[in-house]
C-alpha cells in the first residue's frame, strides 16, 4: 500500500512537472522563432537578396525566441542543464574580464556580440526541443545548408586567392577553414539522413555526401581535414562495425582510397598534407605558417600562465602578437584571454556534452528508435571532429560548437519525456530519483 501510494505520488510529481516544461518547450512562438533563426543563420538570404541585409532578422528570431523563453520559464521548475550552466558561469567570466582586458572595448563587444549568442542558443535547443521530429528539424537545416552551400562554392569555383574552396557566403562557411570544420561536423548528420532516408532521398544525400567530402578536399584545410578523419572512423565504428552495416564499411574504404588518390594526385594539396609536418613545403603555399603557429601557441601558452585569473580579455590576443593573428588553437587562446578558470568552464561544457552521449546511450529511446540512434552518433562524430579540429583553429566565438553542446541536452530531455504507450497506461511506471539536471526520468518495470 505505501510503495503504490509513494508511486502514484511520485508519477502526479512528474506528470505535473513534465506538463510544465512541455508547456514552456511547446510553445509554437519559442521554437517556430528559434526555426526562423536557424534557417536565416544558415541560409543567409541576405548574401543574395540585398535589402534584406539591412534587417538583422537572424538577431530578431533569436531575440523573440529568447524573450518568449524566459517569458515561459516564469513559474516553470525546469531547471538547465549542466552544460548550458557552464557556457553561462563562462559568459560570467568573461564579463568579468573585460574590464582587465587590453581593449576593453573589443572584449565587450566580443563577449556580447559574439559569444553571448552562443549561449543563448544553446539555451534555446536544450529547453525549447522536447522531440526528434522537432530536433530532426534543426539537423536537417544545418545539414542541407552546408551540403548546399559547398556544393554551389564547388560548382561557381569559388576559389579565394589562394586556390581554396571557399563559401559563396559572407559569414560563417565564407573562411576555407571555418567551411572545412563545418563539413566535418555536419557530415554525420548528412550521412544519418541517408541511412534512414529511402528511394530519391537517399540519393540526394548521398550525393551531398560526395560534394561534402571533396569540399573539405578543396579546402586545402589541414584543421578540417584531421576533423574529417576523426569524423569518418567515428561514422564507420558507429554506423558500419557496430550498427552492422558491412556495405557501409566497404564503400567508405572504397570512396576514402579513390579520395586519396585524387587528392594526392594534386601536387598543391600533397604539399599542403606534408606541410601540417614539415613546414613550408614548396608549394604548400604554407609561407612559414606551420613555424608561425608554433610560434602563436606558446605565446597564447605563456600569456595564460602570465595572465592566470582574467587573461588579456576576450578576443584581445591579438593585440599580445602585435600582428593581430589568432592563436589558431581554441583552447589555448581560450585561457589567455579569459584565464585558466575560462578553459576550465569551456572543457567542462564540452566534458558535459560527451556524458549527455553516455547517458543518452543507456535509454530506452536510444535502443528502440532507430532515427533517434543515428542522430546520437552523428551528433557523437560532430563532437569529436570539433574538439579535434579546434586545436588546429580558433572556434570559441562561432556558434557552430555551441549548437552541438545544445543538441546533445535536447537528446537527454527528449529521452526524459514519457513515451506515448506509456502515458496510455500500457506498462506501469514507478519513478526514480535518479535524473538529469533536475528532470525526473521514467523507469519502467514489468508488471509481476
Known amino acids: 500500500m505505501t510503495v503504490q501510494s ?43 537578396i540585398r535589402v534584406l541585409a539591412h534587417i538583422p532578422m537572424a538577431r530578431i528570431a533569436g531575440v523573440v525566441a529568447f524573450v518568449a523563453l524566459l517569458g515561459g520559464m516564469m513559474g516553470a521548475r525546469v531547471k538547465v542543464p549542466t552544460a548550458v550552466k557552464m557556457l553561462w558561469l563562462l559568459l560570467v567570466q568573461m564579463t568579468i ?163 586519396l588518390g585524387v587528392a594526392l594526385s594534386s601536387a598543391h594539396y600533397r604539399a599542403r598534407v606534408e606541410s601540417i609536418f614539415l613546414g613550408n613545403v614548396e608549394g604548400s603555399g604554407d609561407n612559414g605558417s606551420l613555424g608561425a603557429r608554433k610560434e602563436l601557441l606558446k605565446k597564447s601558452v605563456m600569456t595564460a600562465l602570465t595572465h592566470p585569473l582574467f587573461g588579456v580579455g576576450p578576443g584581445c590576443f591579438p593585440l599580445v602578437d602585435e600582428g593581430w593573428k589568432v592563436a589558431h588553437n581554441a583552447y589555448s587562446e581560450l585561457a589567455a584571454e579569459s584565464g585558466l578558470l575560462g578553459l576550465v568552464l569551456f572543457l567542462m561544457a564540452i566534458g558535459a556534452a560527451f556524458k549527455n552521449i553516455t547517458l543518452i546511450r543507456k535509454s530506452h529511446q536510444y535502443e528502440d528508435d532507430p532515427e533517434f540512434k543515428l542522430f546520437t552518433q552523428a551528433l557523437w562524430a560532430g563532437l569529436a571532429a570539433y574538439v579535434a579540429g579546434s586545436f588546429f583553429a580558433s572556434t570559441e566565438y562561432n556558434l557552430y560548437p555551441y549548437f552541438v553542446i545544445g543538441y546533445t541536452c535536447a537528446l537527454v530531455r527528449i529521452t526524459s519525456q514519457p513515451l506515448p504507450e506509456l502515458a496510455q497506461g500500457s506498462r506501469p511506471q514507478i519513478l526514480s530519483k535518479a535524473t538529469y539536471d533536475g528532470i525526473l526520468k521514467p523507469q519502467t518495470v514489468r508488471p509481476r
Open 97 to 259: 574580464c573585460i574590464p582587465f582586458a587590453l581593449w576593453p572595448g573589443g572584449a565587450f563587444h566580443t563577449v556580447f556580440d559574439k559569444y553571448a549568442k552562443g549561449v543563448v542558443v544553446a539555451m534555446l535547443i536544450s529547453m525549447v526541443v522536447v522531440t526528434t521530429r522537432e530536433l530532426r528539424k534543426l539537423l536537417w537545416i544545418q545539414a542541407s545548408a552546408v551540403a548546399l552551400v559547398t556544393f554551389f562554392s564547388i560548382a561557381l569555383s569559388h576559389y579565394n586567392q589562394g586556390g581554396r574552396l571557399s563559401g559563396i557566403q559572407e559569414s560563417i562557411l565564407s573562411n576555407p577553414n571555418d567551411l572545412a570544420i563545418n563539413i566535418a561536423i555536419s557530415f554525420p548528420l548528412a550521412l544519418a539522413f541517408m541511412l534512414h532516408a529511402r528511394g530519391l532521398k537517399k540519393g540526394l544525400w548521398a550525393l551531398a555526401l560526395g560534394f561534402m567530402g571533396l569540399g573539405v578536399v578543396l579546402t586545402a584545410s589541414r584543421s578540417g581535414l584531421l576533423a574529417m578523419i576523426i569524423v569518418i572512423l567515428v561514422c564507420v565504428w558507429e554506423y558500419g562495425i557496430k550498427g552492422r552495416r558491412r556495405h557501409l564499411v566497404v564503400i567508405t574504404i572504397v570512396v576514402a582510397v579513390l579520395g
Open 6 to 48: 509513494t508511486a502514484a505520488r511520485g508519477a502526479e510529481r512528474f506528470a505535473g512537472r513534465t506538463a510544465r516544461a512541455e508547456g514552456l518547450a511547446r510553445r509554437p512562438l519559442v521554437f517556430g522563432a528559434l526555426v526562423a533563426f536557424f534557417a536565416l543563420y544558415y541560409y543567409r538570404p541576405e548574401d543574395f
